[in-house]
């Protein structure tokens, strides 16, 4: 099933960067969603598994940065904690 997102959602896409899903795609049950979301860094569009997105910081719902996010725009290694995330992706 596709559905279109309006308004997008800003996330952030790991190894590609922020951006706005204005998209989804479920394959099923035996699939990750599917976040069809265009990079504000490049105008890219691509199409990234849940497991690699992650929903930007907001400051109204309380929401702080997600470690692996600031981890990839400070270019320090991740937390031990979020390595282990990673390798279950």
């Known amino acids: ?12 896409v790991l190894g590609k960067g922020d951006g706005h899903a204005f998209a989804v795609i479920d394959y099923g049950q035996e699939h990750n969603l599917i976040w069809v979301t265009a990079i504000d860094a490049t105008g890219e569009v691509w199409c990234a598994p849940n497991p690699r997105v992650r929903l ?4 109204t719902m309380g929401r702080a940065e997600n470690p692996l996010v600031a981890a990839a725009k ?5 937390c031990d904690d979020c390595v282990d995330a ?4």
């Open 56 to 59: 930007q910081k907001n400051w």
């Open 1 to 12: 099933m596709f559905t279109q997102l309006n308004p997008a959602i800003p996330l952030h």
């Open 74 to 78: 400070s270019k320090t290694p991740p």
């Open 86 to 89: 990673l390798s279950r992706q």
